[in-house]
């Protein structure tokens, strides 16, 4: 048996959902920032390792408010698995870019790993992903976007 109950792993996770998803619509990552402890790390392999809840927070707004970045307005999870035992949530989540106008879908997806450190706090979160599988999706977004302004 886990140190934290199925139930209590669930909220946290599925608060972590419900506050990516308001900073995606607001550009405010503060209460986002704040799922993680004050000692957590944050790899994320295109930026590098984030130590500590002030540098994540420093990180994911800046990075959030450059272009392309800027555009991706929702991070639904497709599938996670949870590992009870460790606390840990293995998700495929999508960064989809805003509407341009026709309606698509634009995305691409990263796979995450957030480590619980418990009261509703992760203590780690990684993300991995192709960027290969990023540049085509951007490329059509920016087609369509520039489509959109010429109609």
């Known amino acids: 048996m886990g140190r934290w109950t199925r139930d209590e ?22 209460a986002w920032a704040d ?11 295109h ?3 984030m130590q500590g809840r002030e540098n994540i927070y420093e990180w ?4 959030m408010a450059e272009w392309p970045n800027s555009e991706m307005k929702e991070f639904p999870h497709d599938w996670c698995v949870c590992d009870e035992e460790r606390g ?7 960064n989809r870019f805003r509407d ?9 997806y990263n796979l995450t790993v957030l480590k619980y ?3 509703m ?20 977004w920016i087609d369509a976007e520039r489509a959109a302004k010429n109609a």
């Not at 799922?35 to 392999?45: G, K, L, R, S």
């Not at 341009?100 to 691409?108: F, K, L, S, T």
């Open 88 to 94: 840990w949530w293995i998700c495929q989540i999508e």
């Open 117 to 119: 450190a418990g009261d």
């Open 47 to 49: 930026y590098g390792t």
């Open 9 to 30: 792993l669930q909220r946290a996770h599925d608060h972590y959902h419900d506050v990516a998803q308001e900073a995606g619509r607001t550009n405010d990552w503060r």
């Open 35 to 45: 799922n993680f402890t004050e000692d957590a790390t944050y790899v994320e392999h």
């Open 121 to 140: 706090k992760f203590s780690s979160e990684e993300d991995a992903y192709n960027p290969a599988n990023f540049a085509p999706v951007v490329k059509a």
């Open 60 to 63: 994911i707004t800046k990075t």
């Open 100 to 108: 341009p106008g026709d309606g698509e879908v634009y995305q691409a």
